[in-house]
């Protein structure tokens, strides 16, 4: 796997020059890669992880949906996968194997919301089959992250 | 009151106390400190491992190990050296599991040296090899290396050190606190004058798998007619991150081995069964995590010594261990007054050199066994420092 990805898939903070050092390459190398990577669209966008739960009030609340649909002659899945990703509430979108066929991460501020989106909105496109709503209650680690706090205090000792 | 130094042996009392553990002690109490002084891995050891230790425990596996380590721990020990290193021992009689590589040092020393004799120490290196060496009866003979030198020992240097009382050459590379390495030429070079001189080697190889550029560790048991004068030193905590298993061995001549068994049968019985349970697993199956282990500090080993350059603390490169060994005499301090203002001004903890020595004085260690975010946190306050003391100097 590409280094460069490797570190900037996990933290972007790093500057050009850091990353330079970090993978012996010359910066100039390190920002063409960079801009290749996000021309191709291979790097799509740099986001922060955002710990919604640690915010009082946050109203971010998100679900995960089991979503069986009916595949269309010729386009398959992809023409549902279309509308589906259409809507600004669906935040992440993945065709599965198995006992379902797409799951949708949905958002929205109060269960409310997420409730009425999928009653009125993603049940009736057609082709959906059938629908199951999760609610996320807690997240613990996301993207790599642990969110929940955890002992950070560095217990190793100095040995002189 | 009774006075206790009437009773208390001579030797020890000649031992000096790390003074470095005072102005450690200051640091733990301050709040927000940043430290890039420890010297043990950040990873935890990899879960496999832990696996088999606890799996070891669940099925009761609590007693005593043999004296020498189970069979099969002594196996797989032999088996790594000869597929990394391409040094073959007999299991059965040239190796012995110990309570971590310091024991075995400690083991070795006590067998080899007589009261008296000479002991060849290249410092900065490691801090026990002085004080263990004087509690064998042995007088330690230190030889400086050079920033010049990249830290490594140079045979005219060897050869100036030695006297008709020259036991021993304990060789401490990948080295603690510099990151120095010895390659095959160097290593040859010194061997020359060690056969010349009929000397034996401590070979303390405890840093073998962090190497980086390419280099492989190379053992100084492998160049020609060395296997027979060397006591090579090894174990798993820093390749493994099993700083606290507790777990190091020795490989040598068996008439060597054998009373280095007789010395850790006497005083530790056995080293412990858990740890040599997981160390069987480790051997076995732990390649992948010591390349992945590598492959990070090595990113964060370029990152460190860039930033030391670049703020203008020279630092040459380090091919070893997990250290950066950067020369502070450009600011005017020296290494304690470095590290006192630089954890009283800015709440950053490193190593002065000259805990590792005299010839460490002018230069400090900084590990990079932290996380990249930890490291570059850090290095910006260092960056801080220097510029603050430049400011200083040019009034």
């Known amino acids: 796997m590409d280094k460069l990805l490797q570190i900037i898939g996990t933290n972007s903070q790093f500057s050009n020059a850091e990353l330079a050092a970090m993978l012996g390459e010359p910066e100039d190398y390190i920002e063409a890669k960079i801009r290749e990577y996000e021309n191709k669209g291979i790097i799509k966008g740099y986001q922060a992880v955002v710990n919604w739960d640690a915010i009082d009030d946050s109203r971010h609340v998100e679900a995960l949906i089991e979503l069986k649909v009916s595949p269309q002659r010729e386009t398959g899945f992809e023409e549902m996968a279309e509308r589906c990703m259409a809507f600004e509430e669906v935040e992440s979108l993945y065709l599965m194997a198995g006992v379902f066929d797409f799951a949708v991460i949905v958002k929205g501020e109060t269960m409310q919301d997420i409730a009425m989106f999928v009653a009125k909105k993603l049940s009736t496109v057609d082709g959906v089959l059938s629908t199951a709503t999760h609610f996320i209650l807690r997240r613990y680690k996301d993207r790599g992250m642990k969110l929940v706090s955890e002992n950070s205090a560095d217990e190793r000792s100095l040995i002189l | ?395």
């Open chain 2, 1 to 395: 009151m009774i006075n206790y130094d009437k009773y208390l042996s001579q030797s020890i009392r000649s031992v000096s106390p790390s003074g470095i553990r005072r102005f450690f002690d200051i640091a733990n109490e301050m709040d927000n400190v940043i430290s890039l002084s420890i010297g043990e891995p950040d990873f935890q050891t990899p879960w496999h491992i832990r696996d088999e230790g606890i799996r070891s425990l669940e099925k009761g596996r609590t007693w005593y190990s043999p004296n020498r380590g189970f069979a099969e721990l002594l196996k797989q020990i032999t088996l790594y050296y000869e597929r990394r290193f391409g040094l073959t021992y007999n299991p059965h009689e040239q190796a012995i599991v110990t309570v971590g590589g310091s024991e075995a040092i400690d083991l070795a020393l006590r067998c080899l040296v007589e009261e008296g004799e000479e002991v060849i120490i290249p410092q900065p290196s490691f801090v026990c090899y002085e004080p263990l060496t004087v509690m064998a009866g042995g007088k330690p003979v230190i030889i400086n290396t050079k920033n010049e030198d990249n830290f490594r020992l140079k045979a005219a240097d060897l050869e100036a050190a030695i006297t008709p009382k020259t036991k021993l050459l304990v060789l401490p590379f990948p080295n603690n606190p510099t990151g120095a390495i010895m390659e095959k030429n160097d290593l040859q070079e010194i061997s020359e004058v060690i056969k010349r001189h009929d000397l034996l080697v401590l070979s303390d190889e405890i840093y073998s798998e962090l190497t980086y550029g390419g280099r492989d560790h190379v053992s100084i048991a492998s160049i020609d007619g060395m296997y027979e004068r060397t006591v090579v030193i090894n174990g798993f905590s820093k390749s493994y991150a099993m700083t606290g298993w507790r777990l190091g061995y020795a490989l040598g001549p068996a008439p060597i081995i054998e009373q280095m068994t007789k010395l850790h049968q006497y005083g530790i019985m056995s080293a412990p069964t858990t740890a040599q349970y997981a160390a069987i697993e480790a051997l076995k199956n732990g390649d992948r995590d010591v390349k992945h282990m590598r492959g990070e500090y090595d990113m964060r080993r370029r990152l460190v010594v860039d930033s030391f350059n670049d703020m203008g603390l020279s630092c040459f490169e380090p091919l070893g261990a997990f250290y950066v060994f950067p020369c502070i005499k450009s600011t005017g301090l020296d290494s304690e007054d470095f590290c006192k203002r630089l954890i009283m001004e800015k709440h950053v903890a490193v190593v002065p050199g000259s805990a590792f020595g005299k010839c460490g004085n002018g230069f400090v260690r900084v590990s990079y066994s932290y996380s990249l975010k930890h490291l570059k946190i850090a290095l910006g306050r260092i960056r801080e420092f220097v510029k603050e003391l430049q400011d200083e100097r040019n009034g």
